[in-house]
Every structure is written in C-alpha cells, then in structure tokens.
C-alpha cells in the first residue's frame, strides 16, 4: 500500500504538531487508561510535560542529546519515601517530554497515545520501584 492510500494529503494537510496542551491531555489520557488500583497508589504524583529537559538534566543524565531521554521521574520513590512525610520535600513528579517523544514517534510505527502511555508507565514505574517486567504487565493492562 502506498503512504499516499495510507495518509491522504487531505488528512494531513491541516495538522500541526501536537502541543503542550495537546500532550497534557494525552498524558491525561494515558493515566486514566492505567489500572484503577494501580492509579490510586499514585498518590499526589504530578505530570509536567515540557518540550526537553533542561540543561541541569542533561548534564547530571550525561546525555548526548535532549532527544535522549523522552521522559524522567523525579522525587522519592514509594520504595524510598520515608513513613511519616516530611516537611520541605519535593513532590513526586513525571516529566514527559514532548520533542523526544515525537521524534521517537516518527521513527517508530506506534501510535502517538501508545508512545505517551509506555513512557508514562515507565515513568510511574520509578515511582514504585517496580520491574520490567511489572511495568510491561501493567502497560498492556491499560492497553
């Protein structure tokens, strides 16, 4: 079949990249896919999405690129938090960035929502400590 059968100019020729705000709801999305039990041990965690990751990231992460890393969990992970909160602590946050993640997109034959999905799981992941193998499970269970 031919990319022409497959994607008619007339579809594409109106569409923009997705923006922020575009992936925020994409993320939004994704989160509400997973498993209830699964999103409910979130807690307060919080979902940034940002263009790259910012200088001090790629620095400490030793990338190459910004286009190396399409998303980052930061803050104490469930496996670290201590048992009773403290004070002055940062949130717990997942940062999904969005130029990554549309480069590795157009690379790739996933759809942009399966992309947003697995790295968000993956990012989740972190904050419980969780496996591999876990997190494959738990993606397929929101897919």
Known sequence: MSATARFPASNWAPMTAPTLE??????????ASLP????????NLIIRIED???EDVVEAME???????LGLFTGLGLPESPAVAETGTQPNIIWL????ILDYWAEHEETLGAVVT??????????????DADMEKIEAEAG
């Open 22 to 31: 575009d992936f925020e709801q994409l993320a939004d999305a994704a989160f």
């Open 36 to 43: 209830e039990h699964f999103r409910k041990l979130t807690g």
């Open 52 to 54: 790259f990751p910012d």
């Open 63 to 69: 990338l190459e690129s910004p286009f190396d890393l």
């Open 97 to 100: 960035y969005r130029r990554p």
């Open 118 to 131: 697995h790295v968000l799981v993956h990012e989740v992941g972190h904050h419980f400590g969780l496996s």
